[in-house]
């Protein structure tokens, strides 16, 4: 007679089985360089972990196909010159006020599209994403899209080709790090749009996305939920009166490039526009965890 073996079953809220998978999946992928060790933070990996629900294979393939994406494309050494022309209009930008948990608040306004260079448009969102990832307070990390559909028609669509690419960008590579997104006030002639890149999300983030409406309250108050409308702007139904002004943001991106380029540095040092970057000191390891 042959003993039949009990299946182990992943306790999620096991803190022993939870290391054991963190653990497993960091011997999994060998070694590494520097940009890819800085990267590969315990919480970096366990965004990776349950982005394929905690199966060691899975995660392992997506973070690979990761590092090897940013090995290639280096997002971390994208500068606020390399893409401020697509800022120009206010289109897409880490706003100046959270979440009620702290958490970054990345607006975008689609009607407000100003260039038409595809390679240019996903570097911004790169750039976008990895600014808000940076600067997010420790300890946090996710962030909320608030996404203005004002005036927003057909004309100012995303072509397929550029939202397809931006799914992929932001699942693949930028696993767990959406919180919820809140798309306000999308006119009707979207909802057909929407049927269409929808097909390249996945579920996880179908079921983040909000659609908020002006006129709604019941809405509103999901909104208002995560958001405090004190520091909300007004467009967004909120009575804070700032708007975005592309003088004082690209201060604030150039204030925030040293930074990156100072964490980022395999050599502790790095010289950019002329200037050196100070060397790497041990307070930046509280910074990892954000960047990865």
Request: proline fraction near 5%.
């Amino acid at each position: 007679m042959f003993r039949r073996k009990h299946a182990s079953h992943f306790n999620l809220e096991d803190v022993e089985q939870r290391q054991a998978k963190i653990n497993e999946l960091r011997d999994a992928l060998g070694p590494m360089s520097a940009r890819g060790e800085k990267y590969c933070t315990e919480a970096c990996l366990i965004r990776y972990l349950e982005a394929r629900n905690w199966d060691i294979r899975k995660s392992r393939k997506m973070l690979e196909e990761s590092l090897k994406w940013r090995a290639a494309s280096r997002p971390e050494d994208i500068r606020w010159p390399d893409v401020s022309v697509e800022a120009e209009t206010g289109k897409m930008y880490r706003a100046s006020f959270t979440d009620r948990e702290g958490e970054n608040v990345v607006i975008m306004r689609p009607a407000k599209e100003n260039t038409s260079s595809h390679e240019r448009q996903l570097r911004y969102l790169v750039y976008t994403l990895e600014n808000a990832i940076f600067s997010l307070p420790e300890g946090l990390e996710k962030m909320v899209w608030l996404v203005d559909f004002t005036g927003w028609t057909l004309a100012n669509a995303t072509p397929i080709k550029t939202a397809r690419d931006s799914a992929n960008i932001l699942q693949n590579h930028y696993p767990e790090r959406l919180s919820v997104a809140f798309l306000f006030n999308p006119p009707k002639v979207f909802e057909a749009f929407f049927k269409v890149i929808k097909v390249f999300l996945d579920p996880k983030s179908i079921q983040k996305i909000n659609f908020v409406y002006k006129d709604n309250e019941e809405s509103m108050r999901t909104l208002y939920k995560y958001i405090d409308p004190e520091v909300l702007p007004v467009d967004f139904g909120g009575k804070n009166n700032a708007v975005y002004n592309h003088e004082d943001y690209s201060k604030l991106m150039t204030k925030d490039d040293i930074k990156t380029a100072s964490f980022w540095a395999e050599d502790g040092n790095h010289v950019m526009n002329g200037h050196s970057v100070p060397e790497v000191t041990p307070q930046s390891s509280l910074i990892a965890a954000k960047a990865s």
